[in-house]
């Protein structure tokens, strides 16, 4: 069965060093999308793109945040200078017609430390 | 704007007992609902979800929930927990747009099955 998958499964970085998440989302998706957790916090939507444009952001999606699908595979999320409170689990999903229906398929997430 | 409460973050039963996993929903426009689990290690997976077309739904691994517009709620139940239910569970809900849906998600519960 076709999966989301994410790389890598964890990263450590230091505050004001850019990171690169990586996500492959299943291959006939047209949508897609990322959600953090925080330790103890609910599940947030970042953002969500379609045909190579963010279709909508959430408020913690500043400048600092970034999206990129840079070839037919890959979907990027890019944190330009992380802060303490970047540290997450980053979930990647995607979705097939971005339908209020459609079911949004998750991998299984970058867990991102910033010290 | 959508919003999604789940009542209780830990929630323990026995094996062979009833699990009931509430969650109750604000949404200003017509509500479609989802309930993802997620295993150790995993990343969210699909139980079922609510789209119109029945209040009761049935999921896979013997779960079922309820949408009931009168009490804003869309609990989830199984009759006979076993062992492999152990896991967090999330409720969410998604806005009626045309395109590129967003997820709201509630607080998880965490089930801990005891033999």
């Known amino acids: 069965e076709p999966e989301v998958t994410q790389t890598p499964s964890h990263q450590v970085t230091q505050m004001g060093q850019e990171v690169i998440l990586r996500c492959v989302p299943i291959?006939?998706?047209?949508?897609f999308y990322w959600y953090r957790q925080i330790l103890g916090q609910k599940v947030e939507f970042l953002v969500s793109?379609?045909?190579?444009?963010?279709?909508?952001k959430s408020e913690i999606f500043d400048d600092q945040f970034s999206v990129e699908r840079p070839d037919g595979s890959n979907f990027t999320l890019k944190i330009r200078s992380t802060k303490l409170e970047d540290s997450a689990m980053y979930f990647c999903?995607?979705?097939?017609?971005?339908?209020?229906?459609?079911?949004?398929?998750f991998g299984p997430g970058t867990r991102l430390t910033v010290l | 704007a959508q919003s999604v409460t789940q009542l209780g973050s830990h929630v323990s039963v026995s094996e062979g007992a009833l699990v009931l996993l509430r969650c109750n929903y604000s949404?200003?426009?017509?509500?479609?609902l989802f309930w993802y689990v997620q295993y150790p290690n995993q990343g969210l997976q699909l139980l079922l979800k609510y789209t119109s077309a029945a209040t009761l739904v049935k999921g896979i691994n013997g779960f079922e929930a309820e949408f009931k517009k009168s009490e804003t709620s869309f609990h989830l139940t199984k009759p006979s927990a076993h062992m492999s239910d152990a896991a967090e569970y999330f409720c969410a809900v998604s806005a009626s747009k045309a395109a590129g849906n967003k997820l709201t998600f509630g607080g998880g519960t965490r089930v801990l099955v005891k033999p």
């Open positions: 949404s200003s426009v017509p509500p479609y």
């Open positions: 999903a995607s979705g097939g017609q971005g339908a209020p229906t459609d079911t949004q398929y």
């Open positions: 291959s006939n998706h047209l949508y």
């Open positions: 793109f379609y045909n190579n444009e963010i279709s909508e």
